[in-house]
């Protein structure tokens, strides 16, 4: 009752952790960066340490927040997010999924002073016209822009999830790929139709 009446929301937010050191022997305003390991927020992961799978194999009402501030562990991002669809398959209680995708963009700008490092200013890309609810901000028609570039196909491991009584994707994504995968999710059918094939896009 614990894990299946309650709505949960899992969140995979990760980056990679930048260590900066100023450059020896020359001046103090020149820096260099090396990369570190991967950090940040993975509930997931959290609920499967303390649970184990078996409690995620228990959810029926998912809300799913994926956070991509750096391209660079997108394979990785999206490979946790298969084995999280693996685990929904296997225990079939899943029912209701959101999916929201934030998507990121750097901006590196002068901070002013002499000797500081460059400040590094982080962006929301507002992609798809949905909301959590199901409503839409603007009428799908009118909201149709320049296709995102391949991040929003970190979502493409949910498309293999069958039967959901609701679907529902938003954030950082296109109204297309969006509408395709929830159709996907919400589908009985083992193979569906390609996504290159999709041709309406009416709600």
């Known amino acids: 009752m614990f894990f299946g009446q309650n709505q949960w929301r899992l969140e995979l937010r990760l980056a990679r952790e930048l260590f900066i050191d100023q450059v020896p022997g020359k001046h103090f305003s020149k820096w260099k960066k090396r990369r570190g390991g991967i950090v940040g927020t993975d509930t997931v992961y959290f609920v499967k340490r303390i649970w184990g799978d078996q409690a995620l194999d228990r959810m029926r009402n998912v809300h799913l927040l994926i956070n991509v ?10 490979q946790r997010l298969e084995n999280l669809v693996q685990v929904f398959q296997r225990g079939s209680n899943l029912k209701r999924l959101s999916v929201e995708l934030e998507i990121m963009y750097t901006a590196d700008k002068i901070s002013g002073g002499c000797g500081n490092g460059r400040a590094a200013e982080c962006r929301k890309i507002r992609g798809c016209s949905k909301l959590e609810d ?6 799908i028609a009118d909201k149709y822009l320049e296709p995102w570039p391949v991040q929003e196909r970190i ?13 529902i994707v938003f954030g950082s994504v296109t ?29």
């Open 134 to 139: 199901g409503s839409r901000a603007v009428p």
């Open 175 to 203: 109204d297309k790929w969006a509408l395709w995968l929830e159709r996907c999710m919400m589908s009985n059918e083992a193979v569906v139709p390609d996504f290159e094939k999709m041709e309406d896009i009416s709600v």
């Open 69 to 78: 501030r750096d391209p660079i562990i997108e394979d990785f991002i999206k």
């Open 155 to 167: 979502l493409e491991p949910v498309k293999e999830l069958r039967g959901l009584k609701q679907a």
